[in-house]
């Protein structure tokens, strides 16, 4: 069987990794390139045996890069969403992960060149038309991959990577709060259900479309392992129940299929925090926290009134550093409001680390693309 070469590089970033392509080296035709990124990771299929993928929703996934021509823009950035056991590619949510490689990625493969010490590259995610400011350590005109950040979820020390978010209220949804409130008040039921349930929820995008809500409303107390509550049929279907019904108000439509909302528990922190999570992917418990996904919850917990308000412990500033707590660690965001309107979110920045993991060419067969 013939196969097509195509070039790739697989990097870590944060605590999420894949393949990054550069998008002149895949298929212009959208269904086209969808069936080689599912032929390269090996989807589907539950361990994605003939492919990259690593049998895990934070391991399939795809980075798209090409150099912008937009003024004042560097680099653009599609991000795909793939699921093992799914034949399906979504690009439209965000993953902030991801984004920590773009600017290693397009280091390494020349698409921009190092400007000293350090760089830094403005990028757009395609996804949600999402800027932000990516600053990388670049000595002697080459990526720096060792140095001493740490982050929660990914092994040992690395040359941090700061990413400035410019602009992330309202990424997929009509606005900050979708609902138009900080806080609703719904009664859920559906199919699979027991009974009705009644919960107050934060419906949220700042980066990420999120339902938050108290653990304790679902007499859960926010502090099981991640196998405990993959293993809970009955609360996921009820988070599901959930989702399909928030989703609704937040205008999205039927998200049966999607990945988003995502679904976020709450509680209070333990760990010196701001607040405990326990974040659905939006079916899978995730073993830490998305980066937009902390993002938006750090938000909520700055807003007042939301379900977060008496649950987070938090000391109000002028720039406020909202350590979110998950399952493998804590992690911080940075918010700044404006003082003469709180819940306008005017600055919302991270730490990530990225990591070349090998550079090459990944196969496919002929059949799915033939090439240039």
């Known amino acids: 069987m013939q196969q097509t ?73 599609l991000f795909a969403q793939l699921q093992p056991d799914k034949a399906t590619v979504d690009t439209t949510p965000n993953c902030g992960n991801m984004l ?74 009509s606005g900050l709060l979708p609902t138009g409130r900080v806080r609703d008040r719904l009664t859920v039921s559906g199919a699979g259900l027991f009974e009705p349930f009644t919960l107050d929820v934060t419906c949220i995008d700042n980066g990420m479309p999120l339902v938050i809500f108290k653990a304790s409303d679902l007499g859960r107390s926010g502090f099981e392992s991640v196998d405990q509550l993959n293993a809970d049929v009955e609360l996921k279907t009820r988070i599901e129940a959930l989702r399909l019904q928030a989703a609704q108000l937040m205008g999205l439509g039927d998200v049966t299929s999607k990945n988003y909302p995502k679904m976020t528990l709450i509680a209070a922190p333990r760990e010196g925090g701001a607040i405990t999570t326990r974040s659905f992917i939006p079916h899978v418990c995730h073993d830490a926290i998305g980066v937009l996904a902390a993002v938006t919850v750090a938000t909520a917990c700055v807003l007042e009134g939301s379900v977060c308000d008496g649950v987070a412990d938090l000391a109000r500033a002028a720039v406020m550093r909202v350590g979110v707590e998950h399952p493998t660690g804590e992690f911080s965001v940075e918010l700044a409001t404006d003082p003469a309107n709180p819940q306008n979110v005017t600055q919302a920045a991270l730490l990530r680390t990225a990591r070349l993991l090998m550079r090459g060419e990944v196969m496919v067969p002929h059949a799915v693309w033939a090439g240039r």
């Open 5 to 77: 070469a195509i070039p790739c590089l697989l990097m870590r970033g944060g605590t999420s990794k894949g393949p990054f392509f550069r998008a002149q080296d895949l298929p212009a035709d959208v269904a086209t390139r969808d069936a080689v990124l599912l032929a390269a990771l090996g989807s589907p299929d539950r361990r994605q045996i003939d492919g990259l993928g690593g049998a895990h929703p934070l391991t399939s996934k795809v980075g798209i890069v090409s150099v912008s021509n937009r003024p004042g823009v560097d680099l653009e950035f």
């Open 100 to 173: 920590a490689a773009v600017v290693p990625f397009a280091l390494e493969t020349g698409m921009v060149a190092a400007q000293g010490p350090t760089s830094i590259f403005r990028v757009l995610t395609l996804n949600t038309d999402m800027a932000c400011d990516i600053t990388v350590q670049t000595p002697g005109g080459r990526v720096e991959y060792e140095g001493d950040a740490r982050i929660d979820g990914a092994p040992g020390h690395s040359a941090p990577i700061t990413i400035n978010f410019l602009d992330t209220a309202g990424s997929v949804c």
